[in-house]
């Protein structure tokens, strides 16, 4: 279902592919596609494809600006609308996604996750999930891992359809779309581990 789907998705949306692509080289500059390494089914990597949301500006130094600082017109609208993920499609088709599954992530996060948080890794990452329907960036890290693991448990064709109908009205409602105080997401560094002989508390 999900190669199926992908290829009439790719046919059917290759004119909005094509101008987004010519206002994002107009607007944002080229290359078009925003290509990063990121860890898919069992941690292996492959090549994410996403259109681009931000510039490349950089400070006195040489520095990449904040992405408060990059981040476009144009890409702040890609983002809520999720139309900058479109591309990831060709992903789904060449099997490195799947339609619904964890987020992929950066590469850099494998070596700060918890063995419990690594179990998202355990299936396709997706181009929607339970925790972009649950709250989106509106949710902390820890927020997000824990819906993850819970679709890894119990992932079906069901909670998949339930996942995809409730991902388009939350794409309508444009919710969540940046953590609070921040244009993006923060960066993760880790889960704070209960020291030996203690246990977490209840959140």
Wanted: charged share 25%.
């Amino acid at each position: 279902m999900d190669v199926a789907v992908a290829a009439v998705g790719l046919l059917a949306l290759s004119p909005l592919l094509m101008v987004i692509g010519v206002l994002s080289a107009i607007f944002i500059g080229r290359p078009i596609l925003f290509r990063q390494q990121r860890p898919g089914l069992g941690g292996e990597p492959f090549m994410l494809l996403k259109f681009r949301t931000m510039t490349d500006r950089k400070d006195s130094q040489g520095k990449l600006l904040g992405d408060e600082d990059r981040l476009t017109r144009l890409g702040l609208f890609l983002r809520s609308t999720s139309l900058d993920e479109l591309p990831e499609l060709w992903n789904v088709l060449l099997g490195d996604m799947s339609l619904v599954g964890p987020r992929p992530l950066l590469t850099s996060y494998l070596k700060v996750y918890t063995p419990e948080q690594m179990q998202r890794h355990e299936v396709r990452p997706g181009l929607t999930g339970l925790a972009q329907v649950s709250g989106r960036n509106a949710m902390s890290w820890e927020e997000k891992f824990e819906c993850d693991i819970q679709y890894v448990r119990n992932h079906s064709m069901w909670l998949d359809l339930k996942i995809l109908w409730q991902t388009f009205f939350l794409v309508l409602k444009r919710d969540g779309i940046a953590a609070e105080g921040h244009a993006t997401m923060p960066l993760f560094s880790g889960t704070e581990q209960p020291a030996e002989g203690t246990e977490r508390k209840a959140a």
